[in-house]
């Protein structure tokens, strides 16, 4: 058996938080998924918004992908003990700001636990959500519903705006950014 063969009971409920003694995130199921998952490159982005004080806030995540073009949506996971979700969760607004391969230090910031949003070159919605400056991309959201997903809240949300300056995206691979690159044809 390899190091990332991952042998989960098909009964194994590893998304079951009703199951938690069996599912930490230090058990060894928990240790090889993570290993498993590490290994897939992901694109990097800073999900922001704004507390109900009107405050920004962001943290840097990576598990966001497209859920259905009509309506417009897309889902992220979320930390459900995530200081910065607990925040912006009430407004049901956020902005996730795809980030470029010059972005790592910005990635970097916003991953840090409990910090306040970083000194960042940054500009509001009209609705007081900080959108990042110079990134690949920005998706304005409205959170449509919040599921449970074991330690992490699935977040679908409708798509209310983009805007798309292009380029490749920064990514995220085995605990390092890496920068994509396209694949040269003959
Ligand atoms: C590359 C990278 C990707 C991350 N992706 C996610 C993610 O998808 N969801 C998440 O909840 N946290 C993710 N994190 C962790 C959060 O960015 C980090 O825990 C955050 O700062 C939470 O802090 P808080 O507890 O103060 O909210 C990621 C961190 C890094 C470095």
Redesign the pocket.
């Known amino acids: 058996m390899s190091e990332l063969d991952l042998e989960l009971s098909p009964t194994h409920p590893v998304m079951d938080s009703a199951r938690p003694a069996h599912t930490g995130a230090g058990t060894e199921e928990a240790r090889r998924f993570r290993a498993l998952m590490r290994e897939i490159a ?1 694109p ?1 982005a800073v999900l922001t918004g704004r507390d109900e004080r009107g405050a920004p806030w962001g ?6 992908t497209s859920v259905s073009m009509a309506p417009p949506s897309i889902v ?4 459900s ?6 925040r912006i969760r009430p407004t049901g607004r956020f902005v996730l700001n795809v980030l470029g391969p010059a972005q790592r230090a910005v ?2 910031s ?6 306040p949003f970083p000194g960042v070159p940054h500009r509001y919605t009209i609705d007081g959500i900080p959108v990042l400056a110079g990134t690949v991309a920005a998706v304005r959201c409205a959170t449509s519903s919040v599921l449970p997903g074991g330690d ?1 809240d699935v977040v679908l949300a409708r798509v209310t705006r983009v805007r798309l300056d292009g380029g490749l995206p920064l990514t ?1 691979r085995d605990g390092e ?1 890496v920068a994509a690159e396209p694949i040269e044809v003959p």
């Not at 943290?59 to 966001?64: D, E, K, R």
């Not at 992220?76 to 930390?79: A, E, I, K, T």
């Open positions: 992901q990097v943290l840097t995540v990576t598990s966001f992220v996971c979320l930390g003990r995530s200081r910065t979700w607990s990635a970097e916003f991953a840090a636990p409990g910090a992490h995220y950014y």
